[in-house]
């Protein structure tokens, strides 16, 4: 009887931490690498979203979804590919130089932000690789004791998914990674809080510590 029990707990166990592996598997990170590539121009044709646009997308039936920016050539800005997986918190982010179409950067991001998560690869205008940054390690509070202060505070982390089925009832959860002009990291936090309202919470990039909590409404 007593092993009975035993094999039963331990059958709880294994499925309550499946059950959390499952329910976690949207913090798994997509891959990069600092392979150099070229924009790629016969997908961006194929999936542009009016014949004279400069703009492509490509949902899929998962509702993982691929989004484009082909800039001028003759443009200062970079020409952009975006992937959102759907059910991910992460997006991967590819910029191209307007005037060759030469890779320039290549990140991992947050999927509603401006945080760049992990190492990041740099390419300069003639598709040498640059080198390798990672702006997390400017900050003593990580960037995954910020998500594991959002799962504590039951804030939704925003997933690809999410930004392509938003409707007007919704605001994603947006985290912004900043930093002074002395090189002080800080975090910010915007998140719907209630129905047509939003909290926006300032952590301090060292410590953690809360700065500053506020709400505001907000329209969509």
């Known amino acids: 009887m007593k092993q009975i029990v035993i094999t039963a707990i331990s059958l709880v166990i294994t499925a309550c931490m499946a059950q959390k592996s499952k329910d976690m ?5 997509p891959t990069i ?35 484009m920016l082909k800039m001028d050539t ?20 590819k910029l191209y130089y307007a005037d060759t179409g030469f890779i320039y950067q290549k990140a991992i991001s947050i999927s509603s932000g401006n945080v760049w998560v992990g190492y990041w690869y740099e390419f300069d205008r003639e598709g040498n690789f640059v080198g390798m940054f990672n702006d997390d390690d400017r900050c003593g509070f990580k960037f995954n004791d910020v998500v594991s202060f959002c799962l504590r505070r039951k804030i939704p982390l925003t997933m690809g998914r999410d930004i392509l089925t938003k409707n007007v009832e919704r605001y994603n959860t947006d985290i912004y990674r900043d930093f ?14 209630a129905p047509g309202k939003k909290q926006t919470i300032l952590l301090d990039g060292d410590t953690g510590e809360i700065l500053k909590i506020a709400e505001s409404r907000f329209i969509l």
């Not at 800005?77 to 982010?93: E, G, K, Q, T």
């Open 74 to 93: 003759s443009s200062s800005l970079p020409s952009w590919y975006i992937y959102y997986p759907a059910y991910s918190f992460f997006r991967v982010v």
């Open 25 to 29: 598997s949207f913090l798994e990170m």
């Open 180 to 193: 002074d002009e002395n090189g002080k990291c800080t975090w910010e936090i915007e998140w719907q809080v």
């Open 33 to 67: 690498n600092k392979d150099f590539e070229v924009w790629d121009e016969p997908f961006f044709q194929a999936n542009k979203t009016r014949p004279d646009s400069n703009g492509a997308r490509l949902v899929l039936p998962d509702d993982s979804w691929h989004d």
